[in-house]
């Protein structure tokens, strides 16, 4: 059976109006949010919703996307009717593997997902947490035909592209929300096969070939991420550079300014603050080749991370002003997927942590509370990411009670969020409050927080 193809989806486009797909993707996920359905939107998935390659959505975007814009049917929406998408009609398997490309990409299912393998992988999730989910999530059959070194060339194709991509995706949106301890190691084998297919599929070409190494390179870096915030610095320190190496194989500078861009903050973490400015430096040099603003604001503030490290107060100053006037200009359909995390709270956090570096507490408290104030809490990783910043901030400039609060609404969220950088940014923040008078308010939190510890030690 050949597959039919793609027709650009107009009715979808004109829904989306003058907003990016990035604006769009994210009132996607807080439509879901609004109707209890958990969907990995991003700028990539709006793209080819509207080149047509996902001609109908599955039952969980249906959902989103039917209480966006009410009184629509899927009809109205551009899509075509499932069945004729799915290849039911006929009832064979063969139909369903050859038909065009239904929607691949929510987290709950895999890329042939149905109402009902959303509701297992759900339930998974609820009854048992992170790690089952990672399992659930992440037990991706990238290589189709299982892929392995010195197989022989192969001929890749959509499914494989596709079910990378996938992987890549849904790690970060389980770490959005659970953090990077739990997942770091079911991760792993995603990537290796990832590599397997590199390897394994010479006989690639084009932009079969480009989106293979993207997809890859992208993934080495969400486990190299997932490795650095759960203190693993030496391993992550190789997957960034394992991407790195596979951005200059394949010539992409978006790949190598995201490697860079995770290699400076990798330094910076671990008091190699002049690597950091380097690495920075570089990522601002691929990513000048693109048309990003946001992306160059990002790596202007990882710069100035590095300065504040060094204690360079006008090259941190310099180069925030920079992330500042590249921020301002505003979002772009060109800024990479992989930034959705990148707004005014993170850029509010990451001047603070410059702040901080450079000993203005006071100031970078007030950066940080900017930060929880205006963060979506769905991101719940990043919302007590940012509660400990606070936290810390606000004990060493001194405002003790305030401090223990701030730190009593991290703990809130600690049971569902598994990070070892948070982890660290409260035990350093305890040791600050320790030698300190004990006001009712301080000896709650250190308590509290002396039991969870005992209690994140016996698990």
């Not at 009809?75 to 004729?84: E, H, K, N, Q, V």
């Not at 089952?132 to 991706?140: D, P, Q, S």
């Not at 006001?439 to 030690?457: I, K, M, N, P, Y």
Request: charged share 25%; hydrophobic share 40%.
């Amino acid at each position: 059976m050949v597959s039919t193809p793609a027709v650009p989806n107009l009715a979808f486009r004109r829904l989306r109006g003058p907003r990016s797909p990035g604006e769009f993707a994210a009132a996607v996920r807080r439509a879901a949010r609004e109707t209890g359905e958990q969907v990995a939107c991003d700028a990539r998935y709006i793209g080819r919703v509207e080149a047509g390659e996902i001609r109908c959505p599955n039952y969980a975007y249906e959902r989103v996307f039917l209480h966006m814009f009410p009184g629509l049917t899927l009809a109205d929406l551009g899509f075509s009717p499932r069945d004729t998408v799915r290849g039911r009609a006929s009832g064979t398997r063969a139909d369903v593997r050859t038909a065009p490309a239904p929607d691949p990409t929510p987290v709950r299912g895999a890329t042939g997902d149905t109402s009902e393998e959303s509701d297992v992988l759900r339930r998974a999730f609820m009854t048992n947490g992170t790690a089952t989910m990672a399992g659930a999530c992440l037990g991706l059959d990238i290589g189709g035909a299982h892929a392995t070194a010195g197989t022989g060339p192969r001929q890749l194709g959509e499914a494989e592209i596709n079910a990378l991509e996938e992987a890549v995706r849904r790690i970060r949106l389980l770490d959005d929300r659970h953090g990077a301890d739990g997942l770091y190691r079911r991760a792993a084998q995603p990537l290796r096969t990832a590599y397997a297919l590199l390897d394994a599929g010479t006989a690639t070409r084009g932009a079969t070939a480009d989106r293979l190494h993207a997809g890859a390179g992208e993934l080495a870096i969400s486990v190299g991420w997932l490795a650095h915030d759960s203190g693993r610095f030496d391993d992550a320190r190789s997957h960034y550079a394992e991407a790195l190496a596979t951005a200059r194989v394949a010539g992409d500078p978006a790949l190598e300014a995201h490697a860079f861009c995770n290699t400076s903050f990798l330094a910076r973490d671990g008091g190699r603050h002049r690597e950091a400015v380097r690495a920075a430096q570089a990522g601002r040099r691929a990513a000048s080749e693109l048309a990003s603003p946001r992306l160059l604001s990002l790596l202007a503030l990882r710069e100035a991370g590095g300065w504040a490290g060094l204690g360079d107060r006008t090259g941190c100053e310099q180069s925030l002003g920079q992330a500042h006037t590249f921020f301002e200009r505003g979002p772009s359909d060109d800024d990479p997927e992989w930034m959705s995390f990148f707004g005014e709270p993170e850029l509010e956090v990451l001047e603070a942590q410059c702040r901080a570096a450079l000993g203005d507490w006071s100031a970078a408290a007030r950066h940080a509370y900017r930060a929880t104030v205006l963060l979506d809490p769905h991101f719940t990783r990043n919302l007590a990411l940012y509660r400990a910043e606070l936290a810390s901030n606000l004990a060493r400039a001194g405002f003790l009670d305030e401090a223990a609060a701030a730190g009593h609404r991290v703990l809130d969220l600690m049971d569902e969020v598994q990070s070892s950088r948070i982890q660290g940014m409260l035990a350093g923040m305890v040791r600050v409050l320790l030698p300190k008078g004990r006001t009712a308010e301080v000896g709650g939190f250190l308590d509290r927080h002396a039991s969870s510890a005992a209690t994140a030690r016996r698990a």
